[in-house]
Structures are given as C-alpha cells and as structure tokens.
C-alpha cells in the first residue's frame, strides 16, 4: 500500500479498493455467518437476506414497506451485474440493510449501503443509487454543468440539508444545533431546507425561530456559488451529496461529528486516509476553518477532492470493489 | 493504421501523434494508400489506432508483418499528447470542460480502459502502441517536431511533404487546469521513449 504522502492524487482505483476493503474487513464476524443465517429470521426493515450460489442470486427473505419495492430490485440488479461481468461463482447467504444506518449493535456482521458507526462490524458496499442515478444515470453532469471558477465564488460558506441528524440530549440534532449557532453569520449560511422530524411546535418549545434557520431547496447551482460548502452527517453519511460537492470546485468542509454521530461509509477509511475533507469542530468551527485557510492551498485540497470524486464514482470501480468484498466475504464465511 | 504496397510499409498510428498529415503526406505519393479508419466494432477495437494484440485480428496488418515492410510509427511529446488528448476527449466525447471529468477521463486510461473500451484510445500511452510485452514491433520511430517530414523523406527516399500545419496544443494546458505533472507516472516509459529519441 502507498504511503499517505504519495496518494495526493497518484494513487490507483485499485490502491483504493484494497485499502477501503482492508478496513471495512478489519472487524467483522463473518465467520459465524454461516450458523446463524441457517435459521435467522428477524431482519428489520429495509433488510434483505440472500443466497448467492455460483453467479444466481436469491432473495430468501426481506421487511420492505410498500413503494421502497424499487431500492431492493436496485440492490440486487447491481449484485446480479457485479456477479455476471466477473463471473464469480460463490456458496455463501448474507444480510444487506440497504437502510439509512443499520444498527450498531446487531452482532453478526451485515452489508450496508449507508453509513453505519465506524466502530461497527458491517462492510459497507455502494449505494446502487448514489451509483446508478450519479454514475450510470450521469447526474453529476447536471450537478456541475454551472460550476464556475474557484476564483469567481463568492468567499462565504453554505450549508443546506434536511433536519435529519442523530438526536443529541437536548432533543435537537448536530445540523440543527449548527444552524442555530450560525444564523446571524454575514459568512455562513447554514439553513435546513426540509423538516421532515421536527415539528413547529417542538421548535417553538426549544424558541427557535423557524424562519431563521429555513430556506426553500437550493439548487446545486446557487451552492455552487459558494466557495466553501458544508458537509454535515444526515441519519448517517449523505453518500451522494458528499460526492458531487467534493467534485466540484467548491471545497467541502466537514462539521466533525460527535462519538456517537460519527458513521462510515464504505469509502470513509480512505477519504480519512488521504486527509482531503478538512474537519473542523462544532464547538470552534469559523475559527478553526479561518486558520485553516492561512495555513494551507486551498485549490490543491480541491484538486484532490476532485481526484477522489473522480475515483468513487466510476461505476467500473464500485463494481471492483462490489466483487472484491463478495469475494472475501464468501472466503471468511465458508472458511468458519 | 496505414499500409503502403507501394513503398512497403506499416504504419502504426499512434492517436494524437499528427497521423492525419502522415496519412494525407502519402497519399500524395501513393494513391492505394490503405488506411483502416474503419468503424469500430461495438466500441472494443478501434482499427484506425490498434494496439498490437489486434494485429493478427485484420489480414491487411497482419500480411504487411509478415511480409517484412518497414514499420514505423511517430512519437510526440508526451506532456503536449497529454494535453491533445484531454482536449479530445471534451471535444469528442463528452467529458465536460470541469476538472472532474478530466480527472475521470485519465482515471479510465490508468486502469487501462482503453483495453476494454476505445474511446479511451487516445490517451493510451504511446508505448502499448509499439511494444507487445516486452518485443518492440517497429523498426523506426519519427519524433513529431519540425523535422518531421525531412527525416520521412530521408528514410523513404522520397519527397514527403506536411499536408498541413499541427496545431499548437500550447493553449490547450491553459484551459484543462490539470496538471500532467501530476499524472505523469502513467507516461514514464513514453517520457523515456521520446526523451531517448531526441537524443
């Protein structure tokens, strides 16, 4: 493996899958798979269980509420297509939550397609979705048909997302909390764009004013307006925001998640490897980002959040990587 | 690729190395001039630029092998193919003029798309054009440069004049905003190659 001072942006598509397999593979259980899977059968929502034998692949199980039929036909198309252009020919049952975070306490190890806390057992695979609509379906096209210039932005930071955030002790989340903080700021422009856990009620009681911390869906065009966006975990990681934001010639800044709040994504090991998404703490996050921007070149840490992008959403490297941890999941799992 | 009954050669067209003077230079001087600038086959050969495992595949290549013609090919600066091929790659295949997409392209030829797919042909490095494995298929390499066209003359014994003028691709780094410094590990053996050449 490179060490981290060569992977400015030489390293490989293979570099990157072995050093994300090597970590998603450092904790797991998979060798107890095999007993346990043979009578399991408590999957949560959004959970499918499945037998691979040679390249077929079956869905013996899943809890899927009405209208989300569509993901898991996604999911398994990818494994169907992954299975078939490499030919893999596997003997193995597996579980994938294909949930927005699968729980961190659930013992036996699951693929995920969203985050999960980075201290869990899980190996994270790609979102079919982030794949298929970004990649295949070349939405990051869109995404950056009206990016400008570094030099042409506006020095100011924004943030835009949904409410959605892990819930702290005072009942509000990492985004709300932020917003809050930032409101009045001539600098950051941090608003919650839909409220889809918080109600207007439960905002009054902790007095916040709505309107304030609110504003209509912003397009990728206005945010990219920006020179600096803000990066803030959602129910677990925004898998696809992170990618077309790093993509473009805006530089991504990340609000650091607290012990609790911080999840992984299957390529998190190596984006945190490669130190391209400067983070700063909640707590001194203006100040820590002004000495930031003294202290470093902004437009080479672009350049390499470019590079990444380039890297995690080219659909022949999802694949790579997809086959590479079929396959050493079906080697540990029959190897117990 | 361009084969010449009459003056008995093969040439392999490396692509963005000025092939369309080499091929318009001799057609002056031989008419049956062939050139394979062919349709490709569902994107996995492009015969106008082949790399050598596809040889065999065409009888027109294969035969002038065979029968001992001169093979030649003509190599130009690395770090200025870089460029033209970026600039290909926007023009003609869609990769929009961000830096994403240019780093998205040049991903694709560090895994060697190229091999599965031909549109990434044209920024295949210059050496998978000549060597196949470790054997080097052609008896002489020009360097694209000024005396291009002279050095031709000379090896063919006879008049071979440019067609026209290659363009600068001067302009062309100033648009991309990638570095080929920070790719150049994927053109090593061509900088070596071309660096060897102008000696």
Known sequence: ?336 | MLVSHKLKFLYIHIPKNWGSSIYNSFKKIDPDLIDTHMPDEGNLVDKTHMLPFHHKEYQVIQSSIDDGYKIFCTIRNPEERFYSSLKYAQKYLGFQNHRFFQYSYINSIRNKGYLQNCMFIHGCPQYEFIFDGDKKITDKEFVCDENLFSNLSDYFGVEVSASHKNPSDKEDKLTTGVEFEDFKEIYAKDIEIYKELKK
């Open chain 1, 1 to 336: 493996m490179k060490t981290k001072e060569k992977m400015s942006i030489s390293y490989t598509s293979k570099d990157a899958v072995d050093f994300c397999l090597e970590n998603e593979f450092k904790n797991n259980s998979i060798k107890f798979n095999k007993t346990f899977l043979e009578k399991h059968d408590n999957l949560k929502e959004l959970e499918l269980l499945i037998q691979i034998k040679g390249c077929e692949v079956e869905i013996i199980n899943n809890i899927c509420s009405e209208g989300n039929e569509w993901k898991f036909q996604m999911f398994v198309n990818f494994i169907n297509l992954v299975l078939k252009t490499y030919k893999l020919d596997l003997d193995c049952k597996f579980i994938a939550c294909i949930n927005d975070g699968v729980l961190l306490t659930d013992k036996y190890t699951k693929f995920s397609t969203f985050g999960r806390h980075y201290s869990s057992n899980h190996i994270g695979l790609p979102d079919p979705l982030v794949c298929g609509v970004l990649t295949f379906g070349q939405k990051i096209r869109e995404y950056l048909s009206d990016d400008i210039p570094f030099s042409e932005k506006k020095d100011s930071m924004i943030f835009r997302g949904s409410d959605t955030s892990k819930q702290r002790e005072n009942l509000l989340n990492q985004r709300l909390d932020f917003c809050l903080k930032h409101q009045e700021s001539d600098y950051i422009d941090s608003k919650i764009t839909f409220f889809a856990h918080y109600s207007d009620d439960m905002l009054l009681s902790h007095n916040i004013d709505k309107d304030k911390i609110t504003s209509e869906r912003t397009s990728s065009k206005k945010q990219l307006e920006h020179k600096y966006i803000i990066y803030i975990n959602g129910n677990t990681v925004s898998g696809d925001r992170m990618m077309w934001q790093m993509a473009s010639n805006s530089l991504l800044v990340q609000v650091k998640p607290k012990e609790e709040e911080n999840d992984y994504i299957w390529y998190h090991s190596f984006l945190n490897e490669l130190d391209i998404l400067p983070t700063f703490e909640e707590e001194s996050f203006l100040e820590d980002f002004e000495k930031f921007k003294k202290e470093n070149d902004v437009e080479e840490i672009i350049k390499k959040q470019q590079y990444f992008a380039s890297i995690i959403l080219d659909s022949g490297f999802q694949m790579l990587y997809t086959k590479e941890a079929l396959e050493k999941y079906n080697e540990l799992y029959n190897a117990g």
